[in-house]
């Protein structure tokens, strides 16, 4: 047990050595919260969406901007697209699970507000679905997904491409730059 323990710890530490030698996604990061800045600054709001684990971290992130991250400031308006059993079973029941974001983004985005995607694969039917409606309705598109980004990757402004092929190692990085964007966000918005 102790050596597998150690090989996880090494494969996280260099999946995270590799992030932070990684100019461009330092830049990826700061244009993805002035994205969600420009949009919040004019009346409108961010959506989460992902499945599995990844939808866990949308609610997660749309939770540490409605109530707070690290200090209490007024609450931001962010929705997870994930957690309304019964629009979720409705779409999924009239349209098929494929429709399951795309839906809600119709019902709910508007031009100039945020859609975060999370797939490890970038390749989630119902994920690329959502990001193809954004992009329709001018809302922009964040996404997070493994190195290789899939068919996700051209459909966002900024994509988040985690440098490994193993589902822990891409989680471990998206739970990280979504935190990162909740504290900056927190931060411009409402500076100490």
């Known amino acids: 047990m102790k050596q597998f323990i150690d090989a996880e710890f090494s494969k996280t530490l260099d999946n995270f050595n590799r992030m932070a030698a990684d100019v461009a996604l330092k830049d990826e990061i700061v244009r993805a919260v002035e994205l969600c800045l420009a949009s919040l600054r004019s009346d409108g709001k961010i959506l989460f969406a992902g499945n599995g684990g990844s939808a866990a971290d949308a609610q997660h992130w749309a939770g540490e901007l409605v109530s707070r991250f690290y200090y209490d400031r007024p609450g931001l308006p962010a929705i997870a697209l994930t957690t309304d059993t019964s629009i979720l079973t409705a779409i999924g029941n009239d349209y098929g699970y494929d429709y399951t974001f795309a839906r809600q983004v119709e019902a709910l985005g508007r031009r100039g507000d945020v859609l975060v995607v999370i797939s490890t694969s970038g390749n989630s039917p119902n994920i690329l679905r959502a990001a193809q409606a954004a992009r329709d309705r001018g809302i922009y598109v964040i996404g ?32 990280f730059i979504g935190h990162l964007l909740c504290a900056l966000i927190e931060a411009e918005m409402y500076p100490r």
């Open 144 to 175: 997070f997904t493994g190195q290789g980004g899939g068919k996700l990757a051209p459909l966002c402004d900024v994509c988040f491409r985690i440098p490994s092929d193993e589902t822990p190692r891409i989680q471990e990085g998206h739970e």
